[in-house]
């Protein structure tokens, strides 16, 4: 049971270049959520989804996009990094449901745009 | 916009003092999240509070949820070096199933 995998771990980008960080579960939970962390600050929500085909936007959407195909992946899509895009990023999940309110992270992936 | 404010943001005590940390918001919570998080690590929750005036001890750690669900305080009583770390609180609002954060309180204890 892996729990909660993001890969890549380490990631440089140029300006203007394009990747996906993936995040895969094991748990069978419906809500997955992306955040970012930058340097000595908290969590700050891209987007999160609710169970396979549904998405919504969290507080930081921009220049960000998500798909939700299945329930096990939710990869999270950067089109034309810049360097405000910097930062760490976390996935997680939640089993959902009344009362379920926890988080379990991933390992993160720590991204660098120059 | 839903928000999260946490306070104080830097705290540096020596070891064996007494510390609160604080996270309010205008809104009101279903549950609320403490997290502790170290350098290069996810966070890993430390406790979760669901009752308004609720109450809930980790060995030193008193964690607090206000009556109106608005606020919540973490406590930490006799501070020691290994309590050093990044506390964040994370707040789900009743109309939505999304999660957010507070803005973290780093905290150093010095021995």
């Known amino acids: 049971n892996a729990g909660v995998t993001q890969t890549p771990k380490f990631r440089i980008l140029k300006i203007g270049q394009s990747m996906t960080l993936q995040c895969a579960q094991d748990?069978?939970?419906?809500?997955m959520y992306w955040y970012r962390q930058d340097p000595g600050m908290g969590l700050k929500l891209i987007y999160y989804?609710?169970?396979?085909?549904?998405?919504d936007k969290g507080e930081v959407p921009n220049g960000y996009n998500v798909s939700r195909s299945t329930t096990e992946d939710f990869p999270l899509r950067l089109e034309l990094a810049a360097p405000s895009q910097t930062s760490v990023y976390f996935c997680?999940?939640?089993?959902?449901?009344?009362?379920?309110?926890?988080?379990?992270f991933g390992a993160g992936s720590r991204l660098t745009v120059l | 916009t839903q928000l999260l404010e946490q306070s104080p943001q830097f705290l540096s005590i020596q070891e064996g003092e007494n510390l609160t940390v604080y996270c309010n918001s205008s809104?009101?919570?279903?549950?609320l999240q403490w997290y502790r998080q170290e350098p290069g690590e996810g966070p890993v929750l430390l406790v979760t509070v669901v009752t308004g005036g609720e109450v809930k001890k980790l060995k030193r750690l008193t964690f607090q949820f206000g009556d109106a669900r608005k606020d919540s305080s973490l406590h930490i009583t006799a501070a020691q070096p290994g309590d050093t770390g990044l506390y964040l609180c994370a707040g789900k609002y009743s109309s939505a199933s999304k999660i957010i954060f507070g803005s973290g309180t780093r905290l150093s204890i010095r021995p």
């Open positions: 989804s609710v169970g396979a085909g549904i998405t």
């Open positions: 748990m069978n939970h419906n809500y």
């Open positions: 997680a999940t939640n089993p959902g449901g009344v009362g379920a309110n926890v988080l379990t």
């Open positions: 809104s009101v919570f279903s549950s």
